[in-house]
């Protein structure tokens, strides 16, 4: 069992929808909890941070922490094209020996938002 | 100019040969990582890197080698590719600031092994 799931897509919806991406994780340590954002042909750029279980948010997006599902959730509201995007799960904990460990990613969903 | 950049962007070689991809970085990280992405696989860490002497192996580190020459460059080498190396390969640095750690990811480099 992979340390973070991740289901893939694709997730197509139109413009203005409320989109749910999701990743589920096995590693009950994980403290930190990331999502990158892909463009097509360019690398992964942070997009939002949470430390522990609860909610974030930031403009149209919301990170959602329960660790006690060891579940995330990233909500993005009202969807544009620009949103478009690969959408990538990352989580770590403080490694041995170090400040900090190393990221744990997804496998990515891969959303498309239609006008 | 990018802080993160990776030489070449696109290169396709033949099994059998050794192939270097680099990485260089401006933003003064001590720590370095490279990845490959796979479709329906995401990124999975090849080596990283957390300072000019450290360097440690990551999931996938079969086939792969690395040198860390300075602070800003970290390269990876492949000494004899063979064709299921075939993917996106992403260099990344990160720094720690109030306990939260931020990857900065290259542009990629698209590699094809014939």
């Known amino acids: 069992q992979k340390e973070v799931e991740q289901d893939p897509g694709p997730l197509s919806v139109p413009e203005g929808a409320i989109v749910s991406l999701n990743c589920t994780y096995s590693n009950s340590a994980f403290q930190y909890f990331m999502w990158y954002r892909q463009y097509s042909r360019k690398g992964p750029e942070l997009l939002m941070y949470?430390?522990?279980?609860g909610n974030k948010e930031d403009g149209r997006f919301t990170a959602q922490v329960d660790k006690s599902s060891k579940y995330i959730s990233l909500f993005i509201r009202d969807s544009q094209p620009s949103d478009s995007a690969t959408y990538l799960c990352?989580?770590?904990?403080?490694?041995?020996?170090?400040?900090?460990?190393?990221?744990?990613f997804g496998r990515g969903t891969q959303l498309t938002v239609w006008p | 100019d990018a802080d993160v950049t990776q030489t070449p962007r696109n290169r396709i070689t033949k099994t059998g040969k050794r192939i270097m991809l680099e990485c260089s970085q401006t933003?003064?990280?001590?720590?370095m990582y490279w990845y490959r992405q796979d479709p329906g696989l995401g990124l999975r860490l090849i080596y990283y890197s957390f300072d000019v002497k450290d360097i440690n192996k990551g999931e996938i580190s079969d086939g792969y080698s690395v040198s860390r020459q300075a602070q800003a460059k970290f390269s990876l080498s492949l000494e004899s590719a063979i064709p299921n190396q075939t993917a996106l390969y992403f260099c990344?640095?990160?720094?720690?600031?109030?306990?939260?750690?931020?990857?900065?990811f290259g542009p990629g480099t698209r590699l094809l092994v014939l």
């Open positions: 933003k003064g990280h001590d720590r």
């Open positions: 990352a989580m770590f904990t403080v490694g041995r020996g170090s400040t900090l460990g190393r990221l744990y």
């Open positions: 990344a640095t990160s720094d720690t600031h109030r306990g939260q750690e931020t990857q900065y």
């Open positions: 949470t430390y522990s279980s």
